[in-house]
């Protein structure tokens, strides 16, 4: 599952491809959202089913989606935090975030998931393939992610940007 804002900076040209790479049997990507790069990702994904595009969907419908999903994967090329991720991992899911995201803190801390290089297509593939293949170890992560009690905790998304402007501060006091 992906849910986002459809644009070059989330990165959905390497899920698409790194799905393509692992998906077997019955499994399908569904991306939840619309923005300016909707038309050339349906075009890149295909005439294939098992890849879905929702558009944009309600609260309600989202929820859904987060609850029925086995992984939920932020390939973003840049973000400044990705709230989608605290959501996942509110349902209790198993999270692949890229660490160009501030959100990739979250998945280190509570070891719920894996964060990968952005851009780097055959790592996201091995690493969704991991969780596709092994029932137990998205089970465990995905533990791990319902356990974690802060994720709806807007403070948590802020700890980040407090250590970050507090090194700067000292940084700049040092020179």
């Known amino acids: 599952l992906y849910v986002g804002y459809l ?3 989330k990165g959905l040209d390497h899920l698409i491809d790194a799905y393509r790479q692992v998906a077997a049997g019955d499994t399908r990507l569904v991306i939840v959202g619309t923005g300016p790069e909707e038309q050339r990702l349906r075009s890149r994904a295909g005439d294939r089913d098992d890849i879905n595009f929702t558009g944009y969907v309600s609260d309600e419908r989202k929820a859904a989606y987060y609850a ?3 992984v939920f994967v932020l390939p ?3 973000d400044a935090w ?3 991720v605290n959501e996942a991992m509110y349902f209790g899911l198993p999270v692949i975030v890229t660490d ?3 959100a990739a803190e979250l998945v280190e801390r509570h070891e719920n998931g894996f964060v990968v ?3 780097d297509t055959d790592v996201l593939a091995a690493r969704l393939g991991e969780l596709l293949e092994d ?9 791990r992610s319902g356990a974690a009690t802060e994720v709806g905790d807007v403070s948590v998304a802020i700890e980040p940007f407090e250590s970050a402007i507090d090194r ?3 940084r700049r006091r040092r020179t």
């Open 7 to 9: 644009n070059e900076r």
């Open 82 to 84: 990705g709230l989608v």
């Open 76 to 78: 973003t090329l840049h």
């Open 117 to 119: 290089p952005p851009g």
């Open 68 to 70: 029925d999903a086995d």
């Open 100 to 102: 160009a995201a501030g």
């Open 168 to 170: 700067l501060r000292n």
């Open 135 to 143: 029932d137990e170890l998205r089970s465990r992560l995905g533990g």
